[in-house]
């Protein structure tokens, strides 16, 4: 199967490059050849660290203020613009941005097999699955800012983490450790501690619509995220900017539709950019540059690595909506933090060894 062999590229991932592998039990410049694979492993394993780092700190920042963005960008309590349009222009902007860097990249490289926008239907029908996942996904992260506040936004959103960690095994055939299981479970009481509300007769800050809509999105995240791992590493050689390109073309196809279903009246009468403003701007430009992050932690790390910056993300989130929406920090919130920041290490302590 397909998804078998992901994983057997993925567990070689590691492996010295082709030309250590060609000198193998010889030597160069009486240096021997074991000493060439372990400098030149530690060379590649850490500039793989550096690049997973930077783009993971990326992630977690753009993912911070995502949150408080969207909430920024409500008037009197609702989304003044069209939230299929802002959609629609942040699938346009990745697109871009995908273009640019494919541009540049043929500038200095030129044009080959591997970064060649042309194709094969097999290739890009793969795409049009988890660019509809994320299409309802993305309408219901605007949705649910009805029931919770920017930092319970971020709390529910780890809620994939459990998802992906399910749908990481069963799709991806990825081997989980015991203490990785019990990371997922450890978070997901942190998400409901964090939840709690003892100052009012509700036991929980968020109602069940909200929790509704959170699972649908953790369930909708997860499979989106995972079968778009499983693509992207299907062809690992393949340029990651053509494959972004693909999958934010169905996105804006998906979105162009969702425009004239939902808000085609309200387009024509009041034009397409009616009710934006300098947040909303902002807001999109994150979006984007959010979505470009993910698609690189999924080709240089994975899928895990994004719904944990995606936790850290909640602290900072937090902080912020202290001075800019009076956000009331309590013992609940501070302590279930704690947890999933536990959870945290755990799993970056758990994971097998190979």
Known sequence: M?????????????????????????AISGVSVSKVATLGGSSIDKSKWKRKSIVTLALTVLTSSQAILIVWSKRAGKYEYSVTTANFLVETLKCALSLAALARIWRNEGVTDD??????????????????????????????????????????????????????????KKKLSEIQWAAFIILCAGCTTAQLNPSSDRVLQTPFQGWVMAIVMALLSGFAGVYTEAIIKKRPSRNINVQNFWLYVFGMAFNAVAILIQDFDAVVNKGFFHGYSLITTLMIVNHALSGIAVSMVMKYADNIVKVYSTSVAMLLTAFVSVFLFGFHLSLAFFLGSIVVSVSVYLHSIGKVQR
């Open 2 to 26: 397909e998804y078998r062999k992901i994983k057997d590229q993925d567990e070689n991932e590691d492996l010295p490059g082709d030309d250590i592998e060609n000198l193998r039990g010889r």
């Open 115 to 172: 970064n060649r926008l042309s194709t094969t239907l097999d290739e890009v029908s793969v795409y049009p699955i988890p660019a509809a996942l994320y299409l309802v996904k993305n309408l219901l992260q605007y949705y649910i800012f009805a029931y919770v506040d920017a930092p319970g936004y971020q709390i529910l959103k780890n809620l994939n983490i459990i998802s992906t960690g399910v749908l990481y095994r069963i799709i991806l």
